[in-house]
């Protein structure tokens, strides 16, 4: 669903029709949400042995392909072009969108701006989107003073970086930020169950069940597949996780580097149950001002901190098995100083027979 605003999905399904015994229903993601303007409403639907992620909201980045001046970009997006035949390149901007440049070799964001039109320019002897700008964002690095060709397919995740790479622009007024997933029921899929790139979204009541590829919940900027942006301001509670394999926060750029910085940002992950979780039950990367409270975890290592600042650990029932190490990791990288870990309930103080 894409270029929509405020789409919503009620009682709706993904999953192999009873009794037809086969193994998945689809070849990609059950809900693929790029570019919206609004974030759309998932409540009481299943996404079941879909062949890859549950659900992946976020907004499409794209290459600086040249600067024509410090107020005049051209990206590398066709005009005119359809992605899986659905929206025009133009239509992802629009005269007063907010546009935000990335440096995808440390995560920075270095410039924003407003659009002030939308036009097209020639680049390697075709048109493609250029947008003017409301004030300079000068300093882009571009495909074009870097020699390089249109982006091909997968470069940013199988390449091989042999040098830097240009700045990406995200178009900050499609990211589907206010997203409700609410009710519903994952899993059993090939990769990762929800990935949210968005923000001021809640994601509640819902259950996740069998073990993913990939994590169950993933609050991350994904810039390597060119998906954006920094989650903030996100609610989540009262979800049941049961045997998923990890809910996690992260920044990913470009050949699969990782940034310094703690960009991901307001986030409660409270009231949910994580039953028999394997590897971590959470693990904290690149956040700050993240509250894990009154959760109840069923894991050898509940939580996993690093590189992050202002964490409340607080009010958990953490129940592990005999032997297993302290309930919350802290990494080199975490600040020690401002993490709070008080009133948690460890080991048989208060185990419950079963987490269901």
């Given at each position: 669903?894409?270029?929509?605003?405020?789409?919503?999905?009620?009682?709706?399904?993904?999953?192999?029709?009873?009794?037809?015994?086969?193994?998945?229903?689809?070849?990609?993601?059950?809900?693929?949400?790029?570019?919206?303007?609004?974030?759309?409403?998932?409540?009481?639907?299943?996404?079941?042995?879909?062949?890859?992620?549950?659900?992946n909201i976020y907004s499409?980045?794209?290459?600086?392909?040249?600067?024509?001046?410090?107020?005049?970009?051209?990206?590398?997006?066709?005009?005119?072009?359809?992605?899986?035949?659905?929206?025009?390149?133009?239509?992802?901007?629009?005269?007063?969108?907010?546009?935000?440049?990335?440096?995808?070799?440390?995560?920075?964001?270095?410039?924003?701006?407003?659009?002030?039109?939308?036009?097209?320019?020639?680049?390697?002897?075709?048109?493609?989107?250029?947008?003017?700008?409301?004030?300079?964002?000068?300093?882009?690095?571009?495909?074009?003073?870097?020699?390089?060709?249109?982006?091909?397919?997968?470069?940013?995740?199988?390449?091989?970086k042999t040098g830097p790479?240009?700045?990406?622009?995200?178009?900050?007024?499609?990211?589907?930020?206010?997203?409700?997933?609410?009710?519903?029921?994952?899993?059993?899929?090939?990769?990762?169950?929800?990935?949210?790139?968005?923000?001021?979204?809640?994601?509640?009541?819902?259950?996740?069940?069998?073990?993913?590829?990939?994590?169950?919940?993933?609050?991350?900027?994904?810039?390597?597949?060119?998906?954006?942006?920094?989650?903030?301001?996100?609610?989540?509670?009262?979800?049941?996780?049961?045997?998923?394999?990890?809910?996690?926060?992260?920044?990913?750029?470009?050949?699969?580097?990782?940034?310094?910085?703690?960009?991901?940002?307001?986030?409660?992950?409270?009231?949910?149950?994580?039953?028999?979780?394997?590897?971590?039950?959470?693990?904290?990367?690149?956040?700050?001002?993240?509250?894990?409270?009154?959760?109840?975890?069923?894991?050898?290592?509940?939580?996993?901190?690093?590189?992050?600042?202002?964490?409340?650990?607080?009010?958990?029932?953490?129940?592990?098995?005999?032997?297993?190490?302290?309930?919350?990791?802290?990494?080199?990288?975490?600040?020690?100083?401002?993490?709070?870990?008080?009133?948690?309930?460890?080991?048989?103080?208060?185990?419950?027979?079963?987490?269901?």
């Open positions: 669903m894409r270029a929509s605003d405020g789409a919503k999905l009620r009682r709706c399904s993904a999953e192999p029709l009873p009794g037809s015994h086969r193994v998945g229903c689809n070849v990609a993601d059950g809900f693929h949400c790029p570019s919206n303007r609004k974030g759309p409403l998932l409540e009481n639907c299943r996404f079941l042995r879909v062949n890859d992620d549950c659900v499409k980045c794209h290459a600086v392909a040249k600067c024509l001046g410090p107020q005049q970009v051209v990206l590398d997006l066709p005009a005119g072009a359809r992605s899986l035949g659905l929206s025009t390149g133009a239509s992802r901007y629009r005269p007063g969108d907010t546009v935000g440049f990335v440096n995808p070799n440390n995560g920075d964001v270095e410039a924003v701006a407003r659009v002030a039109g939308v036009e097209t320019a020639d680049w390697r002897g075709k048109p493609h989107v250029a947008l003017r700008l409301d004030r300079p964002a000068g300093g882009l690095l571009s495909r074009d003073e870097l020699g390089k060709p249109p982006v091909t397919g997968r470069e940013y995740l199988w390449g091989q790479v240009e700045h990406f622009a995200v178009n900050l007024s499609t990211k589907g930020d206010g997203s409700v997933i609410a009710g519903c029921l994952f899993g059993h899929n090939r990769a990762s169950g929800l990935k949210i790139k968005t923000s001021n979204g809640v994601i509640e009541n819902n259950r996740v069940e069998s073990e993913p590829q990939g994590s169950c919940l993933l609050l991350l900027c994904e810039l390597r597949w060119m998906e954006g942006w920094i989650p903030r301001n996100l609610v989540i509670r009262g979800n049941t996780f049961d045997h998923a394999r990890v809910l996690t926060t992260h920044y990913q750029l470009p050949y699969d580097g990782r940034p310094a910085s703690r960009m991901i940002r307001r986030v409660s992950i409270e009231d949910n149950v994580f039953a028999h979780a394997s590897e971590f039950a959470i693990r904290l990367n690149n956040a700050c001002d993240v509250q894990v409270v009154r959760n109840r975890i069923q894991s050898a290592r509940p939580v996993t901190i690093d590189n992050c600042d202002h964490v409340r650990i607080a009010d958990n029932v953490f129940e592990m098995p005999a032997g297993a190490e302290s309930p919350v990791a802290l990494g080199p990288k975490a600040d020690k100083g401002s993490i709070e870990i008080q009133n948690n309930i460890t080991g048989d103080e208060k185990r419950s027979a079963s987490l269901k």
